[in-house]
Every structure is written in structure tokens, then in C-alpha cells.
């Protein structure tokens, strides 16, 4: 590769990350397979027989799994490596993908998706923190926001591959992802911050060189050695992303952002997707209805990807929620006219759909890509692996909650409650975002560093507004 004197074109930056995140496609289509695959083997003439409480557990199993890999993953990132950890992945999902190929019970499915969650929780402590190290502040949160466009766009294909073929033939067209993966991010850069870390400089300035698209990387990996040689004094223990306090703060705002996103019920949408348009009663079906979801989906991610780093994260936020508890409200009160009332919606099928489309777009806008985004940037090298594990084990009970909760108000007392609560959470998010979320918008992680050990960030909102405040 030609590299050039000046500033360079950071190409290998976006190939590393659409290589790199091949995986979280891989995931998003474990997440969205329950959508299509549910309803068939559900029907009478399934080749699994299965109950509806054993399709829950289908589901919820997928994250279960994620805690054993979100812990393996404090011991593959440090030890082996950011792109190891990576490439790791694609074992489990390979793998999983082939049980389901050839299930013939809900133990075996139950199995595959367990398996699949282990490769899940590698992926979502990997991934952030690869993209966050490798990529320039000027376009961090454009590759960050890739790991939603991929998540997204994979949901997107199962549904197509899941309403069109048989479960056993869409797992093996899925299969291949992770082996594309291994093809094609094998040959991607190490993150230099992890080869810093492990005294290899001057490998690490290679990788710099190659990542910047530039000769003259002296000034930037003295900054990076400088930085990770400070976050590494001392022996590191578990308890200090507790007693440190920008460690706190960092923890504090990434489980709080990652609450607010699940809280709308955003995961149990996309689990149930085809289940809430069939209840509806809507005119297209519902395979072609939850296709029309994700495309959507996928779409506004991807603007949101292009303009976070020049919008910033918090008005993004902010528009989002806003946007997300008046579409789950009115998505509330229109599955409680139907079910306890007299009146007829026939005519007004059209509402879940709609409003489902609204929430989608003001979802994805915000709520969607910027919490996995604040993952990779608010840890020091020190404390990173250790933070992302307890991030990722809280999302998955946060998700698994959320996910039980949805099925079992929906099936108890209808699925306007649901709903309801989710419209509750946005306004508490709402307020969360406003007086805690910091602006990380254009900042190195070094500079995000010194401003949760000091002085907190300017707040980008009107000056109406209460100005961040940490506790």
C-alpha cells in the first residue's frame, strides 16, 4: 500500500471495519431469526414440535449464552488480541448456524442459540473496542455506528432468508458470514493500542502507518504510548472500574445509555416483529411487513452513522427517545382499544404499522447506534476489557428481562401493556440523557479520559437546560 507524507485517507479504517464487524451481521441475524423462524415451527405442521413457553426459551437462550462469552472475552481481548477476539467468533457462529441447519428438537435449537450467544458476547466487547481504537476521532462515530448498520442489516437478511426458505435452508445461506469473515478480516491491521500494550512499538507503528495512510505517525504514537504507559501505572485489579472514579463515571453512563436503549423495547420488538403485525390484523402479511421494519431500520441507522460526528451524540439522543415514547405510546393505545374494548380497528390496521415505522426511524436516529458507540470510548486501555465484560453481562440480563417481560405481559394482559411501560421508560431515559450523557463528539479517547477525571463537558443543548452532571 502507498503511503503518503501528508494526511491520508484512512481506507483501511472503513475496510477494517466493515470486515471487522461481519461478525455483529452475524449476530444481528441470530437476533432477528426468531422473528420468522417462530411462527413456523409454532404451526401444527412443524418438522420441531415446540410449545409457545419452549419458543421463549428458544429465544431467551441466545442470551444466556452471552454471558459465558462476554467473560471469556476479559481473558481472549488482553491476552490474544482485539482482531483474535474477533476472528474467534465466527467458531460459534459457524457452528450454531450448522445445529440449526440440522435440528430435529427445541433442546438441540436451544443448544445452537446458546452456542451462537457465546459468539455474541465476544463480539460486543471486540468489536467496539476494536473500531475505537483503530479509527480517527473525525470519523469514530461513523465507524462506530457501523456495528448497528451491520446488526441491523443482518436482522434484515434472516427475516428475508427466514420468510422465503425453510429454517434449515436460511441457516445455511447464514453460515456463510462467519466464513467470509475469516476470509476477509484476517488480513486487517491489530489495533495499536493492544500492540502498545504488549511493548510491540514498533509494530504498532506499522499498523499506524498502514491505518492512517501515512509515513509521519511519530507524533501520534508518542501520544498513544504516552497515554497507554499513564492508564497502565500500577497493577490493575477488577474492583478499580468501581473505586476510580472516571472509571465509574464511564461505567455509569454506558449502562444507563445501553438501559434507556433496551428499556424502549427495541430487542423484544425485533424478537416478536412478525408476531405484533399478525395480532394487528394488518393488510400485508407479516413476513413482508417486518422486512419493510428492518429496511427502515437499516436506512436511518445509516444516515445516523453518516452525520453523529457532526450532530453529536446527544441531540441525537435526545430527537430519538423523544421521537421513540410518542410512537410506543400510540402503538399502546392502539393494541388497548382492540383488545379491551368494543370498537372495531378493522379499518385502522394500518396504525401498529405506521407507528412501528415512526419508532423505527426516531429509534435509529440515536437510541440505536450511539449507546454501543459510548461503549468504546469511555474506558481507558487499563480497564477496558473488564468494562466491556461487565457492560456486555448487564445488557444481557437487561435484554433477557426485557424480553420476558414483553412475552409474558403480552400473553397475561395484552400487548398494549408492554407498550405502556415502554413509553414510561423513554420519558425516564429522556431525563438520563439530558443531565448525564456527556458530548464525546471530535474528541480522542485520551481527551474523553481527561474530562471524566476533571472538569465535565460543555453540554450541547440550549442553555435552558441543566448542564451535565456526574455523580
Given at each position: 500500500m502507498k503511503l503518503s507524507t501528508g494526511k491520508g485517507l484512512p481506507t483501511v479504517q472503513y475496510l477494517a471495519a466493515f470486515t471487522g464487524t461481519l461478525n455483529v451481521m452475524c449476530s444481528g441475524m441470530h437476533y432477528g431469526w426468531s422473528s420468522p423462524s417462530l411462527p413456523k415451527l409454532l404451526q401444527d405442521d412443524s418438522p420441531i414440535p415446540m410449545t409457545n413457553e419452549q419458543s421463549s426459551w428458544v429465544v431467551v437462550t441466545f442470551l444466556l449464552g452471552t454471558f459465558l462469552g462476554a467473560n471469556l472475552s476479559a481473558v481472549i481481548l488482553d491476552r490474544f488480541g482485539r482482531k483474535a477476539a474477533i476472528l474467534f467468533t465466527s467458531v460459534p457462529y459457524l457452528t450454531s448456524w450448522t445445529l440449526i441447519a440440522f435440528a430435529h428438537s427445541a433442546t438441540i435449537l436451544m443448544v445452537a442459540r446458546f452456542i451462537a450467544g457465546v459468539g455474541d458476547g465476544v463480539v460486543y466487547c471486540a468489536s467496539p473496542m476494536y473500531l475505537g481504537e483503530i479509527s480517527d476521532p473525525r470519523i469514530r462515530g461513523c465507524l462506530g455506528a457501523g456495528i448497528s448498520v451491520m446488526s441491523i442489516a443482518g436482522m434484515l437478511l434472516m427475516n428475508i432468508f427466514g420468510s422465503y426458505l425453510s429454517v434449515p435452508m436460511a441457516a445455511m445461506?447464514?453460515?456463510?458470514?462467519?466464513?467470509?469473515?475469516?476470509?476477509?478480516f484476517t488480513w486487517m491491521p491489530e489495533s495499536p493500542y493492544y500492540l502498545i500494550m504488549q511493548k510491540k512499538t514498533e509494530q504498532a507503528k506499522r499498523n499506524l502507518m498502514i491505518l492512517k495512510g501515512e509515513r509521519d505517525v511519530d507524533q501520534e504514537l508518542n501520544r498513544l504510548v504516552k497515554a497507554v504507559e499513564e492508564q497502565n501505572l500500577g497493577k490493575t485489579t477488577f474492583w478499580d472500574l468501581f473505586t476510580v472514579k472516571s472509571n465509574r463515571k464511564g461505567l455509569l453512563i454506558v449502562m444507563g445509555a445501553r438501559a434507556a436503549q433496551q428499556f424502549t423495547g427495541s430487542t423484544a420488538i425485533t424478537f416478536y416483529a412478525q408476531t405484533i403485525f399478525a395480532e394487528a390484523g394488518a393488510a400485508i402479511s407479516p413476513s413482508a411487513a417486518s422486512i419493510l421494519y428492518f429496511t427502515i431500520h437499516m436506512i436511518v441507522v445509516g444516515l445516523s452513522s453518516v452525520i453523529v460526528d457532526k450532530a453529536g451524540r446527544r441531540p441525537l439522543m435526545i430527537i430519538s427517545v423523544i421521537g421513540s415514547g410518542i410512537a410506543l405510546l400510540i402503538e399502546g393505545c392502539f393494541f388497548y382499544v382492540q383488545n379491551q374494548t368494543t370498537i372495531d380497528t378493522a379499518n385502522f390496521a394500518f396504525i401498529p404499522i405506521a407507528t412501528l415505522v415512526v419508532f423505527t426511524i426516531t429509534f435509529s436516529i440515536g437510541m440505536q447506534p450511539i449507546p454501543m458507540l459510548?461503549?468504546?470510548?469511555?474506558?481507558p486501555t487499563n480497564v477496558k476489557a473488564i468494562a466491556l465484560t461487565v457492560c456486555c453481562n448487564y445488557f444481557v440480563a437487561v435484554t433477557t428481562v426485557v424480553s420476558k417481560f414483553f412475552q409474558y405481559a403480552k400473553d397475561a394482559y395484552g400487548?398494549?401493556?408492554p407498550f405502556f411501560a415502554f413509553t414510561i421508560s423513554?420519558?425516564?431515559?429522556?431525563l438520563f440523557i439530558v443531565f448525564y450523557i456527556p458530548e464525546t463528539k471530535g474528541k480522542t479517547l485520551e481527551e474523553i479520559q481527561e474530562e471524566l477525571k476533571g472538569k465535565p463537558p460543555v453540554p450541547v443543548l440550549p442553555e435552558t437546560y441543566r448542564p451535565v452532571n456526574y455523580i
Open positions: 445461506v447464514a453460515s456463510s458470514v462467519p466464513i467470509l469473515l475469516l476470509l476477509t459510548l461503549v468504546g470510548e469511555v474506558f400487548l398494549h401493556v423513554c420519558g425516564l431515559s429522556f
